[in-house]
């Protein structure tokens, strides 16, 4: 449960570390929309992990900084999706659940993973574990 913070009381851990989060989040993703998804995923030669997120999942800025140092590691692109901005797209992918990560290698989705998870199962799940 988030509680929010009213008047002038000091806001709750929960909000004060999603809001961190906010900030760090595009550091080394690129955020793609619906015009740029097909020169952004599908026309990129090599793999790139798709993070489909909104701004309101909780679990979705949790994971923000370990995908970003998967794809430092693993010298794969990272491109975030705003299902609430880029709708079209999150339904093109059958996004259920958020956060929705989808590993493409050469324009085709090869591995998926559903939720927040530690560094090692999100890589695992997404075949990148021992590349």
């Known amino acids: 449960m ?8 000091r806001p ?3 909000v004060f570390h999603y809001g961190t989060f906010k900030d760090e989040r595009n550091t080394l993703a690129t ?3 619906t015009e740029t998804f097909e020169d952004e995923v599908l026309k990129e030669g090599g793999k790139v992990i798709v ?9 979705c800025h949790a994971v923000s900084p370990v995908l ?3 794809a430092d590691e ?18 093109r992918y059958g ?11 050469d324009g085709q989705p090869q591995a998926s993973a559903v939720g ?10 997404l075949g990148l574990a021992g590349a």
């Open 2 to 9: 988030v509680r929010v913070a009213t008047g002038n009381k």
């Open 12 to 14: 709750s851990p929960a």
């Open 31 to 33: 955020n793609a929309t």
């Open 51 to 59: 993070d489909f997120w909104a701004e309101w999942c909780g679990p």
């Open 68 to 70: 970003d140092r998967i």
């Open 74 to 91: 693993h010298q794969v692109k990272l491109v975030k999706v705003n299902i609430d901005e880029q709708q079209d797209l999150a339904m």
């Open 95 to 105: 996004v259920a659940s958020i956060p929705f990560m989808v590993l493409f290698e």
């Open 116 to 125: 927040a998870m530690p560094k090692g199962s999100l890589e695992k799940a």
